[in-house]
């Protein structure tokens, strides 16, 4: 397959999931695994303003195959849709990755009940519900990776309340299927990521917006934010044969931001 790397990591001629793969982590995903010789299935929600097609584009163009599937993570029969969509198109599922997410700001007081559970819904349920429904279709052993962040997986953010307990939640979720499914031979991780440049990272209303990812940049000591293509990169690795021995843990992607000593 041309476009693919020539390092035998296991990754050739495997299937992968990929939910909130229109953009960001997700769309560097789906190249990422294309090169590698993985065939990507990958979930958008409905409305997304991102074209998926465009993920796909890009994934071809790089020598691989994937096709885009409608996936709610708040709808359990939307997640189990996307699921057999790996064995419809492709015949089989041996990677996961739960990378759909929410952004929301909002103060301690006016964090209600209401906008708690639908920003958990997404960034903790529906990780639950992904990881779920794909290990149940795994039937040969596999590799599964949960996107966290350093909010609530490092750091505490202010006015981030729901969300750092989300991402903070995800760890848990992760540590615990590791033990659970090693038996079944399926590895379980997350990853961390920093401050990388995506749409949710630029949204100037619930995130730190395009000068706040700036200025944010100088602090870190690699001297600027991080790419989506970083981040997959460490998601391909993390559901290679190269960690074959690695489960339940957190790979932190950050440019050294969380090791920094304060100025």
């Known amino acids: 397959m041309s476009g693919t790397t020539s390092r035998d990591d296991g990754l050739a001629g495997k299937v992968a999931l990929v939910t909130g ?3 960001g982590i997700g769309r560097a995903l789906a190249v990422a695994y294309a090169r590698a010789g993985v065939s990507t299935v990958l979930g958008y929600l409905p409305g997304d303003p991102h ?6 584009a890009e994934a071809e163009a790089a020598g691989g195959r994937a096709v885009a599937v409608a996936c709610d993570v708040t709808d359990p029969a939307s997640v189990d849709a996307f699921t057999d969509a790996a064995h419809d198109h ?3 599922l041996d990677l996961v990755v739960a990378n759909a997410g929410a952004l929301d700001s909002a103060a301690l007081a006016d964090l209600s009940d209401d906008r708690w559970h639908r920003l958990l819904e997404v960034d903790l349920t529906g990780v639950v519900r992904t990881l779920r429904s794909a290990a149940a279709a795994m039937t040969g052993g596999g590799a599964m990776v949960a996107v966290s962040s350093i909010a609530g997986g490092v750091y505490g953010w202010q006015q981030h309340a729901h969300y750092a307990a989300a991402k903070s939640g995800v760890l848990g979720l992760v540590r615990s299927l590791a033990v659970e499914l090693a038996p079944r031979g399926i590895r379980a991780n997350s990853v961390i ?5 995506t749409p949710q990272s630029l949204d100037e209303e619930n995130s730190l917006g395009a000068q706040g990812l700036t200025a944010a940049g100088g602090g870190i000591p690699a001297g600027r934010v991080g790419r989506p293509e970083e981040v997959a990169r460490a998601i391909r690795f993390l559901t290679s044969d190269d960690a074959s021995y690695i489960t339940g843990q957190q790979l932190v992607v950050d440019g050294g931001l969380t090791v920094r000593f304060p100025d």
């Open 21 to 23: 793969g229109a953009s």
């Open 51 to 56: 074209d998926p097609r465009q993920a796909v």
């Open 90 to 92: 492709f015949g089989r």
């Open 193 to 197: 990521p920093g401050l990388i440049e």
